[in-house]
């Protein structure tokens, strides 16, 4: 089956970028490197309710980011459904704000809450 037009199209600009792929850096460089270029293909931001920053505890202590997103006004008498986003990103790259208007898509035309979760440890 051939790519879509589209995903060509990115393939090609990311050959052409010629930046060393991830596994060739250190984690902090390719986290650095997928968030100066993740806004390049960045969908626009849909407006929500309300969008909420947590940070939710671990057993050892420490926090991971989350990040909580309500399309519509929360109702006791009639919940959403809910949606958890884990990131990808070989638990590298990738973050609440990378995802941030991904994880607004779906809860947009989900009609659902999301709550968005990173996976690496808050600092």
Known sequence: MPLNPTIEQVLDMIARAKRPQYHQMSAQA????????????????APMYSVEDLRVPTRDGATIRARLYFPVEPNWAEPLPAFVYYHGGGFTVGSVDTHDALCRMFARDGQCAVLSVDYRLAP
Do not use: V
């Open 30 to 45: 390719a986290r650095a490197s997928y968030e100066k270029s993740a806004p390049i293909l960045e969908i626009p931001s």
